[in-house]
């Protein structure tokens, strides 16, 4: 699959990335306003561009710890048996947990880790992603913020892979086989 040639069609800007986000942290900071109890859970590795963005834009306190799902392997196919391959850091018991995911696709990663999360009874428990993939869900499920909508095409850059490569695009770009 690697070894096949393919382009990169930018898809969505780094501006107009840059741009949602400003509005995106601001109804996270209403929702969380007067919590000093936060913390943001990016999933990785996908996720830890748009979480770097998205925390320095939030004029919260906060803390930040990541947990590792596997999902793609290096293929372009979920495989729906989600394992956690690192777990948080700290106890998130009574704290307000916000978790931060590149794209929801089948649903089947962000419906594990919530449910995950939520048995070591958070306070309150959000989730945001940049990308939404809703023709492809598998699990009904939403996150309570979506940065973009897109269609079923698969996308790299912006912390997002293919194979591992291509998470330094400063844009999300769609993958052409050629
Ligand atoms: P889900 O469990 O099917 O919702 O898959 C979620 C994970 O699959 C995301 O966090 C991504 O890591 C990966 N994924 C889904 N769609 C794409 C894509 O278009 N490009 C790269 N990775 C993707």
Request: glycine share 8%; aromatic share 8%; with cysteine.
């Amino acid at each position: 699959m690697t070894d096949r040639r393919y382009v990169i069609d930018e898809m969505i800007s780094a501006k107009s990335i840059a741009a949602r986000i400003e509005d995106l942290c601001k109804e996270i900071q209403k929702e969380f306003k007067g919590t000093d109890k936060l913390v943001v859970v990016g999933l990785l590795r996908g996720s830890f561009v748009f979480i770097a963005d998205l925390v320095r834009e939030l004029d919260l306190p906060i803390e930040v710890d990541f947990l590792e799902a596997s999902s793609y392997g290096d293929g372009m196919e979920s495989s729906r048996e989600v394992r956690i391959l690192k777990d948080l850091r700290g106890a998130i018991e009574g704290r307000d947990v916000l978790v931060v995911e590149d794209i929801v696709d089948t649903g089947h990663t962000l419906h594990h880790v919530t449910a995950l999360l939520k048995s070591r009874e958070p306070g309150r428990l959000k989730s945001i992603a940049l990308l939404d993939k809703p023709s492809r869900r598998e699990v009904d499920l939403k996150a309570d913020w979506t940065g973009f909508e897109i269609p079923d095409e698969f996308v790299v850059g912006y912390g997002i892979d293919f194979a591992q490569r291509n998470r330094n695009l400063p844009f999300i770009g769609k993958v052409r086989f050629v």
